[in-house]
Every structure is written in structure tokens, then in C-alpha cells.
């Protein structure tokens, strides 16, 4: 069953918040006083990715919910 525009747009924007919150500051050190540490938020090209392929989806439920799902379909009845 396919995901409504509703649940995909929760998601889309989640991945969008996300992005956001990576890209301004991926990637960081700290200086524990024994040690550098190295902290990476998040991978930026798989959230670009994510957030494509949810914005192709989302299109596509508005476009079925709009348009009917463009889905062709016959039923057969009986005549007594």
C-alpha cells in the first residue's frame, strides 16, 4: 500500500530539518585535555539523497491523490 502525501511530507520534512542541522557543523573536535576527539554529525551526501528521493515521492502521492492514481483498471460484472 502506498504512503499517503501527508505521511511522506512528515518525513521529507524531518530529512530537510536534518540536512539543516548537519550543514551547519558537520564535523567537529574536541580537546578532552587527554585526547582529540572527532565527532561527524551525519553523512551530507546520503541526507542530499534522502531528501530527493522523498521529494520524488511526495510528488508523485500529490500527483495520484490529485489525478486519481492515473492507474487504469477494469471490473467485470454479470448480467442475470
Request: glycine letters at 8%; proline letters at 1%; zero cysteines.
Amino acid at each position: 500500500m502506498a504512503r499517503s502525501s501527508a505521511d511522506i511530507k512528515i518525513d521529507l520534512d524531518a530529512a530537510v530539518d536534518a540536512r539543516r542541522k548537519a550543514m551547519s557543523g558537520q564535523e567537529y573536535s574536541i580537546d578532552t585535555g587527554q585526547g582529540r576527539q572527532s565527532v561527524r554529525r551525519a553523512d551530507l551526501n546520503q541526507l542530499n539523497a534522502t531528501v530527493n528521493m522523498l521529494q520524488a515521492e511526495y510528488e508523485a502521492a500529490l500527483d495520484d491523490e490529485q489525478n486519481g492514481g492515473g492507474i487504469m483498471s477494469v471490473s467485470f460484472s454479470r448480467k442475470p
